[in-house]
């Protein structure tokens, strides 16, 4: 299953000028550059210096734990091309919040995360991956192949229109392996051998402990 792009003619530049944005913490830039690559981007809350997440009023006691990463209400209601300047410079530090429609995102604790990605490494599987502070890692994967993962406890899989995950720059979250041009998105399946060991090895030192 190829990564959709989805780059139309009359945008100028290339994949190559797209995906290098991704790099960037440019709010604005990233949030076009997703959209260039066909992905739907919808505007998240946003993170203050001083006094978090914008979903929390002055006198919340519970701090927010994904602060400017989630989206404003349950339904993600994705911008207009032309909105996304606009909507994203009236809201600085808001997060970019893109729907599961283009891939399936699996969710898991980072260092499970980060220790499936040095095997998928070594393995030659390029797997998409960002992180959100040293709390969770996803990993993006075909899109409808995830929930087909046989018995991987301690997996959250996001998938569908219904589904969503905060992409970078989003507040604390960051790109380990961002997207490659011309490179394709692994089935679940693909994955699952490494993420099946991993938990297995995690479950094992757990044990010990």
């Not at 290098?20 to 604005?28: K, M």
């Not at 600085?92 to 990605?117: E, F, K, Q, Y």
């Not at 990993?139 to 991987?152: D, E, I, K, M, Q």
């Not at 998105?185 to 938990?199: C, E, K, N, T, W």
Request: aromatic residues 4%.
């Amino acid at each position: 299953m190829t990564i959709t792009f989805g780059l139309e003619a009359d945008t100028g530049g290339d994949m190559g000028d797209v995906l290098h944005v991704l790099h960037g913490r440019d709010t604005i830039e990233c949030a076009i550059a997703y959209d260039r690559l066909g992905w739907p981007v919808a505007i998240g809350h946003r993170y203050r210096t001083g006094s978090g997440c914008t979903c929390r009023s002055a006198d919340s006691k519970a701090p927010c734990i994904t602060p400017g990463a989630h989206p404003l209400e349950a339904a993600v209601t994705p911008l207009a091309r032309g909105e996304l300047a606009a909507a994203f410079e009236s809201a600085p530090g808001a997060g970019v919040i893109v729907p599961c429609t283009n891939w399936d995102a699996l969710v898991v604790a980072h260092p499970i995360g980060m220790a499936v990605m040095v095997r998928a490494d070594a393995a030659g599987l390029h797997v998409p991956c960002l992180t959100s502070g040293h709390t969770t890692a996803t990993l993006l994967v075909a899109p409808g192949t995830g929930a087909a993962l046989p018995g991987c406890p301690r997996v959250e899989v996001r998938s569908g229109p219904g589904a969503w995950v905060a992409l970078p720059p989003s507040y604390g979250v960051r790109w380990d392996t961002a997207p490659a041009e011309d490179t394709l998105l692994p089935d679940a399946q693909a994955v699952h051998p490494h993420l099946a060991q991993v938990l297995k090895l995690a479950c094992a030192d757990q044990g010990r402990a």
